[in-house]
């Protein structure tokens, strides 16, 4: 099965800054990447699929790039609600697989 | 407007059998390429995919999983239900049922259902 790496598994930003998460699969899943949002306590949200196109209603600050086996899910400035966990899954074999997720904390 | 609610005890002695249900609306399982798919969070850990069933009755299961793990729809009733034998303490955890399009990337998601296993 395809193993889903994220890093950093932490990463601290200040309001207003970027924030660049990455995802890397252990072999090429084209570009069938999605990448979801989860607040404590919540379901994940889905914010990226095709590894770039936004799901209805994700603000443009997010976006998705990447094909193969490395993504990157960038937050161009960031505001308070952002802080979350981010978590990329391939959708490109069986079974699905997540990655283990970015936590981004306020800096 | 598309919603999943799950539902099944909230606690499950080892080696129980435990079921899940998944009750939806706002979609069919019956539209070509719609499916339902089963995805659980221990706590404080990551994701992980468990199983989908799509409108054809085709379905795929984790690989680690799959010798316990049964999925299968009522579609009549909007319904899909998971059910995993043995259960063991390391089964703890949010389960989520989410609408998932071509078996693709997971479209909407249920509020989840904590399933503790203890004895």
């Known amino acids: 099965e395809i193993v889903m790496t994220q890093s950093p598994a932490t990463l601290s930003v200040s309001p207003g800054e970027r924030a660049t998460l990455s995802c890397r699969a252990s072999q090429s899943v084209s570009s069938n990447l999605a990448w979801y949002q989860q607040k404590p306590g919540q379901a994940p949200r889905l914010l990226i699929y095709g590894a770039s196109t936004r799901a209805t209603g994700i603000p443009a600050r997010f976006s998705g790039s990447g094909s193969g086996t490395e993504f990157t899910l960038s937050i161009s400035s960031l505001q308070s609600e952002d802080f979350a966990v981010y978590c990329c899954q391939q959708y490109n074999n069986w079974p699905r697989t997540f990655g283990q997720g970015t936590k981004v904390e306020i800096k | 407007q598309v919603t999943l609610r799950e539902s099944g005890p909230a606690l499950v002695k080892p080696t129980q059998t435990l079921t899940l249900t998944c009750n939806f609306s706002?979609?069919?399982?019956?539209?070509?390429?719609?499916?339902v798919s089963w995805i659980r969070q221990p706590p404080g850990k990551a994701l992980e995919w468990l199983a989908r069933i799509d409108w054809d009755d085709d379905k795929n299961y984790s690989t680690s999983l799959k010798t316990r793990l049964t999925i299968s729809k009522d579609t009549s009733k909007n319904q899909v239900v998971l059910t995993m034998t043995n259960m063991d303490p390391v089964d703890t955890a949010t389960y989520y049922c989410?609408?998932?399009?071509?078996?693709?990337?997971?479209?909407?998601w249920g509020q989840g259902t904590l399933v503790t296993v203890s004895s």
């Open positions: 989410a609408r998932t399009t071509l078996g693709s990337y997971l479209d909407d």
């Open positions: 706002g979609f069919s399982l019956s539209t070509s390429g719609m499916c």
